[in-house]
């Protein structure tokens, strides 16, 4: 009877242990012996639900450069960005302008533009556009053509649009868009103003790696109160565009205080009728920043980064302007 039990005893001893080694051999990804999955029956597989396109990136991987050239057209708004080899005009100054901005951009080796940007209808930003859309095959221009403004120039602008077949595109604030290895994205015009056509202007913010560029066109005060408001906006960059070519019309204290740029820019021409820059404004720019350029004393101004730091290139120093 006892040897009977004892065997009994070994005999279950080895199935427990075949028992234990079979649910092991599962974890091994050599076993020959694993079992393979059963799959599901076709009529019974649930469709997989559609994955949701990412955001784009709003700081890229920086390459070879990024440049921001306020080009000096006189009175008026005409921007050159390039960016890893691709560029984007923003403006293109007034009437008789255009063949001065042209001739500078292509100075720049540019053949083609990725983005053609007008960020309202002032004549002093749109009057050379003709020019340029003539000169350069683009892939995108960003315009609100819905726009109220009844000038000559902006209508002309409209008439040319709308012969040559171009499919404007109104940006949307919080859109991001990718030029190289940087992106900007649309802070303004955060509602319409129908009574300020400044303040409908469409405003970016640039990132090229740690560097950030805020160019709010000819926007005023109610604006700069208004982006000061909106939640989750940061304002903060490295160069700012100083708003409506200096005026005395924005670039309040707290605005700018909120900016806290190193850089600022004035785009304003020598023959300026209008009063600008405004000499209030201008102290309360340089005060604000570590160094000051404008246009009518400095010429063409150029930013220059790597995605990490700034130096910047003038076309003529201020004492050559007296």
Known sequence: MKKYIKAVSVLLSI???????SGCAGTG?????????????????????PTAEPEPDPTPEPKSGFELHFIDIGTGDGMLLICDGEAM??????????????????????????YLMVTHGHADHVGGMPEIIDAFPFETMFINVDQRCDEEPWLNLLGIIEQKGITPVNPAVGDVYTLGGGSFKIL???????????NNSIGIKFTYGTNTFLLLGDSQQAVETQLLKEEGVDLRADVFKADHHASNAGNVRKFLEAVAPTYICVQVGTENKLGYPDKTTISRLEKNCEALYRN???????????????????????????
Not at 309 to 317: A, L
Request: aromatic residues 4%; negative net charge; proline residues 7%.
């Open 296 to 322: 009518d004393l400095h010429g063409t101004v150029v930013f220059c980064s790597d995605g990490s730091s700034i130096s910047v290139v003038t076309e003529k120093t201020p004492e050559a302007a007296e």
């Open 29 to 49: 990804s050599d076993n020959k012996n694993t079992p393979k999955p059963t799959e599901a029956p076709a009529d019974n597989t649930p469709e997989a639900e």
């Open 89 to 114: 005009v923003i403006d293109s100054g007034n009437v008789g302008r255009g063949e001065t901005m042209v001739n500078y951009v292509k100075s720049q080796g540019v053949e083609s533009l990725k």
């Open 188 to 198: 303004t015009p955060l509602k319409e103003d129908k009574n300020n056509l400044n």
């Open 15 to 21: 199935l427990m242990l075949f028992a234990f080694a």
